[in-house]
């Protein structure tokens, strides 16, 4: 196996409006992983030992009481200096842009009216950007990088929320980098086939049926294709490589979504793609066999990489990042009231108090290594061996702080 990546990059929702910041965690200084491989599961109550010096401390003591009862051993999360800032331009009402992140410390800036900058943490080298078609009010992006070691490759940026369409189709597009002349290109791509049928939007009884939302997106194929299950409307491959392109139902389960909620990522080492489930108990870290695409996908295995402790509260869709060599960070986003005498810091700064209660935000983020439990002999698919995963060093942050809100991680 390569070796896993060093840092953990975030987008960062500062406290001035209308700003966010990089920020890249370097995980040799904030660990979320051990470097000697613990049991295959860890035993509850006897996690690594704690580092000490770090920020968020009243958070920090807090959050471990809360989770001693489930064995869940937390460290904080400090934020390190911003790599780089973006600000969006224009009037207060239309302050908007949103981040896409590209291969390693990459990441693509685009505001509202589509204008566009990439940045390189690794080089600290700001370009400009083709601008973007079309602005989309609640976008997903996928990056498939090009096979030779040039560097390029492709950005998909789509709306999230498909609307039926009826001009000129500007929903879907891609910044595609061209090796020959060393520049990037903005092409549209083709629309689904249901965003031009209204029938699509309604449901048996001739209705309104809600809204068309892609729930699961990936690169599959080597790379060739991406493929996104639409919820109410099925599964759609694009082969990236064809002329011209065109989206297509994938084989005869294309009205069978796929089992993940949000991006999915594939490990080469291990044959399989990762994501988070789609079932709404818990966002479970899935490995999924999508190698056929003319077959349905096959999940392989699913596992709980924390016990969450009673009272807490996820507030929105979980994100899970491959640092590679079957390697993940998960972030989930917490809700929780606690006793006002452990957030005595939050409490001055916010006010806040319910008989005795403080209402608290945080990210919380967990390390964790996918293995192959050699003893076994199935799971895989392959005949090598039973999947099973390590469970690291969980990190909290608290939100509102000073130093923003953890939004994105990639």
């Given at each position: 196996?390569?070796?896993?990546?060093?840092?953990?990059?975030?987008?960062?929702?500062?406290?001035?409006?209308?700003?966010?910041?990089?920020?890249?965690?370097?995980?040799?200084?904030?660990?979320?992983?051990?470097?000697?491989?613990?049991?295959?599961?860890?035993?509850?109550?006897?996690?690594?030992?704690?580092?000490?010096?770090?920020?968020?401390?009243?958070?920090?003591?807090?959050?471990?009481?809360?989770?001693?009862?489930?064995?869940?051993?937390?460290?904080?999360?400090?934020?390190?200096?911003?790599?780089?800032?973006?600000?969006?331009?224009?009037?207060?009402?239309?302050?908007?842009?949103?981040?896409?992140?590209?291969?390693?410390?990459?990441?693509?800036?685009?505001?509202?009216?589509?204008?566009?900058?990439?940045?390189?943490?690794?080089?600290?080298?700001?370009?400009?950007?083709?601008?973007?078609?079309?602005?989309?009010?609640?976008?997903?992006?996928?990056?498939?990088?090009?096979?030779?070691?040039?560097?390029?490759?492709?950005?998909f940026v789509m709306e999230s929320v498909p609307q039926l369409e009826?001009?000129?189709?500007?929903?879907?597009?891609?910044?595609?980098?061209?090796?020959?002349?060393?520049?990037?290109?903005?092409?549209?791509?083709?629309?689904?086939?249901?965003?031009r049928d209204p029938e699509c939007y309604r449901d048996r009884s001739?209705?309104?049926g809600g809204p068309r939302i892609i729930t699961s997106y990936g690169?599959?194929?080597?790379?060739?294709?991406?493929?996104?299950?639409?919820?109410?409307?099925?599964?759609?491959?694009?082969?990236?490589?064809?002329?011209?392109?065109?989206?297509?139902?994938?084989?005869?389960?294309?009205?069978?979504?796929?089992?993940?909620?949000?991006?999915?990522?594939?490990?080469?080492?291990?044959?399989?793609?990762?994501?988070?489930?789609?079932?709404?108990?818990?966002?479970?870290?899935?490995?999924?066999?999508?190698?056929?695409?003319?077959?349905?996908?096959?999940?392989?295995?699913?596992?709980?990489?924390?016990?969450?402790?009673?009272?807490?509260?996820?507030?929105?869709?979980?994100?899970?990042?491959?640092?590679?060599?079957?390697?993940?960070?998960?972030?989930?986003?917490?809700?929780?009231?606690?006793?006002?005498?452990?957030?005595?810091?939050?409490?001055?700064?916010?006010?806040?108090?319910?008989?005795?209660?403080?209402?608290?935000?945080?990210?919380?983020?967990?390390?964790?290594?996918?293995?192959?439990?050699?003893?076994?002999?199935?799971?895989?698919?392959?005949?090598?061996?039973?999947?099973?995963?390590?469970?690291?060093?969980?990190?909290?942050?608290?939100?509102?702080?000073?130093?923003?809100?953890?939004?994105?991680?990639?």
């Open positions: 196996m390569g070796a896993p990546r060093r840092f953990l990059n975030l987008i960062v929702d500062n406290p001035c409006r209308g700003t966010k910041s990089l920020r890249c965690i370097d995980l040799n200084r904030q660990k979320l992983f051990d470097t000697a491989a613990p049991a295959l599961r860890p035993r509850r109550g006897s996690p690594p030992e704690s580092v000490a010096g770090d920020d968020h401390h009243h958070h920090h003591q807090k959050t471990e009481k809360r989770a001693r009862r489930t064995g869940l051993k937390l460290w904080p999360l400090s934020l390190p200096r911003a790599s780089i800032d973006f600000e969006a331009a224009g009037t207060v009402l239309q302050w908007s842009f949103d981040c896409f992140p590209l291969a390693g410390r990459k990441v693509l800036c685009a505001d509202q009216s589509g204008r566009s900058l990439l940045f390189d943490a690794d080089t600290r080298h700001v370009a400009a950007m083709p601008d973007l078609n079309g602005y989309k009010m609640l976008p997903v992006s996928i990056f498939a990088p090009s096979a030779d070691a040039a560097g390029g490759g492709s950005l009826k001009g000129r189709r500007r929903q879907f597009e891609a910044l595609v980098y061209r090796e020959l002349t060393n520049t990037w290109e903005c092409q549209l791509l083709p629309s689904l086939p249901f965003v001739g209705k309104s690169v599959v194929n080597n790379g060739s294709s991406i493929c996104i299950s639409v919820h109410g409307a099925g599964t759609y491959c694009l082969d990236t490589a064809a002329k011209p392109q065109a989206w297509s139902t994938a084989a005869e389960w294309s009205t069978t979504p796929l089992p993940f909620q949000g991006k999915f990522e594939y490990v080469p080492e291990l044959r399989l793609w990762f994501g988070l489930s789609a079932q709404a108990d818990g966002r479970r870290l899935t490995a999924v066999d999508l190698s056929d695409t003319g077959s349905p996908p096959r999940v392989v295995g699913a596992w709980d990489e924390i016990e969450r402790p009673q009272g807490w509260a996820e507030i929105q869709e979980p994100q899970l990042v491959s640092m590679g060599a079957g390697r993940f960070c998960v972030a989930r986003f917490f809700h929780a009231w606690v006793r006002r005498a452990d957030w005595v810091e939050t409490w001055l700064r916010t006010g806040c108090l319910a008989h005795g209660l403080v209402e608290c935000y945080f990210t919380l983020v967990t390390g964790v290594d996918v293995v192959v439990h050699a003893t076994c002999t199935s799971g895989t698919g392959d005949g090598k061996g039973e999947l099973g995963i390590i469970t690291h060093r969980s990190r909290s942050h608290l939100s509102y702080g000073t130093d923003g809100n953890i939004i994105t991680v990639f």
